[in-house]
């Protein structure tokens, strides 16, 4: 089984940029295809980003597209997400996850986030 440790968030103003890094434990990382997903206060976690095991191939979250990109360094166990012109609706917490890549739905158990805040 795949283990997952996020990190890279911290409060950032608007307008700003920031990678996250999600580093997994185990041979198994680079065959699965991977996601991102977030949880902001008082709401659902949702859907972020996937992107499939090799790379070759990812998808956003419509209101998402063009200002995040997800990728992945299977050499270093490890997912990316890139988040530029940050807005403070995407504060949050932040989670990686295996996916099931067509349909989003996560696969395995949550780690502890990484928390972003974007202030105005």
């Known amino acids: 089984q795949v283990q997952l440790v996020e990190s890279g968030g911290r409060l950032v103003q608007a307008g700003g940029s920031l990678r996250l890094s999600c580093a997994a434990s185990g041979r198994a990382f680079s065959s699965y295809a991977m996601g991102w997903f977030r949880q902001a206060p008082g709401k659902e976690r949702e859907f972020v980003a996937a992107i499939t095991w090799s790379g070759g191939s990812t998808y956003y979250a419509d209101s998402l597209k063009g200002r995040f990109t997800i990728s992945r360094d299977n050499a270093k166990n490890t997912l990316y997400l890139q988040m530029n012109s940050l807005k403070p609706e995407d504060t949050a917490v932040y989670y990686c996850?295996?996916?099931?890549?067509?349909?989003?739905?996560?696969?395995?158990?949550w780690g502890q986030g990484t928390q972003v805040t974007v202030s105005s």
């Open positions: 996850n295996a996916v099931t890549y067509y349909s989003g739905s996560p696969l395995g158990s």
